[in-house]
């Protein structure tokens, strides 16, 4: 017997199992976290609204789809830029304070400049460098062939490696 999405404890099991990696998959399209977890929300909402006509093996894409559609209509006239979220703890560090400094400067620039590669470029070195996803299910997720996340990765990785250069030469 195929388990159904609409028995409650197999949604409640989906929920608990997807809801991270789908909020943070929003998080890294849009940068805003309480955003994503409205985005992530609604679209769990949406799944238990249309629990009938989801396939068990389909839920993943299902929820990332939805995810997907709803955070391109709250921003299809805008640009989208990542926007970090700063570590809220302190840690204690017995480095040399120089040294602090300029990990800090490197970390900033490398945020920036991954906040600056273009949107399906930053969506795949995140969701790959970060979530762990394979090329496959970032794929699944975008709804896109695997070789066009193999030319994004590739295409971002350049502009990573260039502007990381650039820092060596400051």
Known sequence: MQESVCQEEVYNTLYHKHFNGLRNYVYYKCGDLDQAEDIA????IRLWQKCADVL???VTGFVHTVANRLFLDQVRSKKVSLKFEKDQVTQQNNEDPYHILRTEEFRQRIEEVISDLPEGQREVFLLNRIEKHTYKEIAE???VSQT?????????LVKLK????EFKNI
């Open 56 to 58: 068990f093996e389909k």
């Open 148 to 156: 066009a996340v193999e030319k994004r990765m590739a295409k971002a």
């Open 141 to 143: 997720m975008l709804g």
């Open 162 to 165: 260039d502007r990381i250069e």
């Open 41 to 44: 929300q609604e679209s769990f």
